[in-house]
């Protein structure tokens, strides 16, 4: 069975305020998603990074995958109060079980 | 273009009763997936189908199951409901037969009581 550990579990922090968010794993993914999800919501797609040691940029976001492809960080910059909600990261792999593995979640709350 | 459609979005229903929940993917996506959210367990995969095919299935019991149709638009269904089925399901469309890129809908929330 994959699974995806994300770290923390919740992050509550001030506006302006840089953070971090992990996402790890024992297993290989062939791509590794983020999603983020407001209440009430489905999740929504962030970003996907597919080869190992690539970085991606996204205005404030910034994200990373692991040399090894068994891992990811999400980083954000000044966050804002719209930044507020749950982050999930999702591995994909094809290697016979095409379906995505879900993280635990980082709900993260960023107070004004 | 129209995102993924859940219906209906909140339902409420006893211990015992059944409840079928369905799912309009996106025009040409051939791959819905179904996850349950709940604050205690996060996102856990249900099943997905592609053609109207289970291809893959979670680690559930046989009182959840579903089906896709001719158009790609999905039904679940849950029978004999237990009070931990309370949750958010979440439907998600994908274009090719790889899920290497989800849209979810907004879900439907679930309460058993």
């Known amino acids: 069975t994959q699974l995806l550990e994300q770290s923390p579990q919740f992050l509550s922090i001030q506006e302006g305020e840089n953070l971090t968010v992990y996402c790890n794993s024992s297993s290989v993914f062939s791509s590794l998603q983020w999603y983020r999800q407001e209440p009430g919501e489905g999740p929504v797609l962030l970003v996907t990074?597919?080869?190992?040691?690539e970085v991606k940029k996204l205005k404030r976001l910034t994200f990373q995958f692991g040399d090894a492809r068994k891992d990811s960080s999400l980083h954000i910059t000044a966050a804002q109060t719209g930044d507020t909600g749950l982050y999930l990261c999702a591995g994909h792999n094809n290697f016979g079980n095409e379906k995505l593995t879900f993280g635990t979640g980082t709900r993260l709350t960023i107070i004004p | 273009k129209a995102g993924v459609t859940q219906t209906p979005r909140y339902l409420i229903k006893t211990r015992g009763q059944q409840v079928t929940l369905s799912c309009s993917p996106i025009s040409g996506h051939r791959s819905v997936s179904w996850y349950q959210q709940t604050p205690g367990q996060g996102l856990q995969f249900l099943f997905e189908y592609f053609s109207e095919t289970q291809r893959n299935k979670g680690n559930f019991p046989g009182r959840f199951s579903g089906r896709q149709f001719s158009n790609s638009r999905s039904e679940m269904n849950v029978s004999t409901l237990e009070l931990g089925d309370s949750a958010l399901y979440l439907c998600?469309?994908?274009?090719?037969?790889?899920?290497?890129?989800?849209?979810f809908g907004q879900g439907t929330r679930l309460t058993v009581v």
């Open positions: 998600a469309s994908s274009l090719v037969s790889k899920l290497t890129e989800a849209f």
């Open positions: 990074v597919v080869t190992g040691g």
